[in-house]
């Protein structure tokens, strides 16, 4: 879960044999001032620092299949195709977990998205995280060239991608 989130996607993240209501801890953490209610069904993180704290604490592969899960949240919502960044970041997040099919999937749908509305990605880390995971050969370097070129053909990625992509034909 980002810094917002909805409830619809913490309920799908919850087994249903679990005995606590998802809207009991949230109304908890609200009142402790983890979190604020910012509409109905709503939420963010009071500060960015306190999700981090929380994220940081969890080992990398629950990290992982906690990122596998909401991703799956996301598809299973209606109107997920207007999420592919959030979609593509929680997948590839999920690499250790055997997401990298569906990320690199949603990070090519999610630039050609950005280059059809001719705006630069919104999703938290997927610009620079792209880099991260789609560079470090989990996918071959024709895809990651087509993607890159896709996301974004100036500012930072033009600095980062032109020289590594200059060599490879797509």
């Known amino acids: 879960v980002g810094l917002e989130f ?27 001032g983890v979190i604020n209610e910012t509409g109905p069904g709503r939420y963010a993180f009071t500060h960015a620092l306190i999700r981090q704290t ?14 596998r899960r909401v991703g ?13 960044e959030a979609l ?3 997948f590839a997040e999920a690499a250790l977990d055997g997401q990298i099919a569906k990320a690199a999937g949603y990070a090519l749908d999610a630039g050609r998205r950005a280059a059809r509305i001719d705006r630069g ?3 938290p880390g997927l610009r620079d995280g792209s ?3 789609l560079g470090s050969h989990f996918i071959g370097a024709r ?13 930072p990625m ?3 991608w032109r020289p590594v992509c200059a060599g490879t034909t797509g």
């Open 72 to 84: 799956e949240a996301i598809e299973s919502m209606s109107g997920a195709d207007a999420h592919v």
């Open 88 to 90: 593509a970041y929680h």
């Open 54 to 67: 929380l994220y940081e604490e969890l080992l990398s592969t629950r990290r992982a299949r906690l990122h």
């Open 121 to 123: 990605l919104e999703a």
């Open 143 to 155: 895809a990651s060239c087509a993607l890159m070129s896709g996301l974004e053909a100036r500012g």
């Open 131 to 133: 880099h991260g995971i």
């Open 6 to 32: 909805a409830l619809s996607v913490i309920e799908r993240l919850v087994d249903v044999d679990q005995a606590d209501d998802p809207l009991d801890r949230i109304e908890e953490a609200v009142r402790a």
């Open 158 to 160: 033009r600095r980062t």
